[in-house]
């Protein structure tokens, strides 16, 4: 694993899938929360966007801690792959 750090990051960043971030929407993503932080898979729900980008709102499942994160905790995220969508049948 590496760190945002041997990758260049140097302040925190999002970084989108290939397509843009969907809202209500299931992610497969890279993360960590601090420079130092091996960066990780975990899942996360984007919930509502603002003008294309995540909000506050969105949250990152992961199993190596307890509880949910919000993306604004991260140091680091980037979409990997889309898991699945949310919408409703009338949308």
Do not use: Q
Request: glycine share 10%.
């Amino acid at each position: 694993m590496k760190l945002a750090s041997e990758i260049g990051i140097k302040k925190s960043t999002i970084v989108a899938p290939e397509g843009g971030w969907k809202p209500r929407t299931y992610y497969v993503i890279d993360v960590c929360y601090h420079a130092g932080n091996p960066i990780h898979r975990a899942i996360m729900y984007s919930s509502f966007l603002e003008e294309g980008n995540l909000t506050r709102r969105a949250e990152i499942f992961n199993g190596t801690y307890e509880g949910l994160n919000r993306v604004t905790d991260a140091y680091y995220v980037k979409g990997i792959s889309e898991i699945t969508g949310m919408e409703n049948e009338d949308e």
